[in-house]
């Protein structure tokens, strides 16, 4: 519940929370990515239904994108997970997560 409330209220924050929680007690991280995403998928549909009753569908184009991008890369995740050795796989979650958030502070501070 606090996962769901802190992505739909700040807007993000559902992936390192829930799943790594999940992780961390003690689930495989097969089950623990799944059921993050299944729910995730619920929530992203539950706020979209409420965005667009109250702002409409205004940039269309952009949603039609991420919708599309993420139906095709979806499987491509789901066989990783499934393949991937656990301690590497944290290991690449770990580092792209480090590189996005210093590009991101970069681009803040220099920008």
Partial sequence: ????FIDSFAGGGWGPLVTGTLIKNAFTPRF????STVAKFILTITAA????LT???Q???IILG???GGI???PFS??????LPVKKMFVVIGLLVIIMSSITIYKSVFS
């Avoid at 623990?32 to 059921?35: K, L």
Wanted: charged residues 5%; aromatic residues 10%.
């Fill in 32 to 35: 623990a990515v799944g059921s």
């Fill in 55 to 57: 702002l409409g569908i």
């Fill in 1 to 4: 519940m606090i996962g769901g």
């Fill in 49 to 52: 239904a409420t965005f667009f």
């Fill in 66 to 68: 991420l919708l599309i």
């Fill in 78 to 83: 789901a066989m990783l997970t499934a393949k």
């Fill in 59 to 61: 940039h269309w184009n």
């Fill in 72 to 74: 095709i890369t979806a």
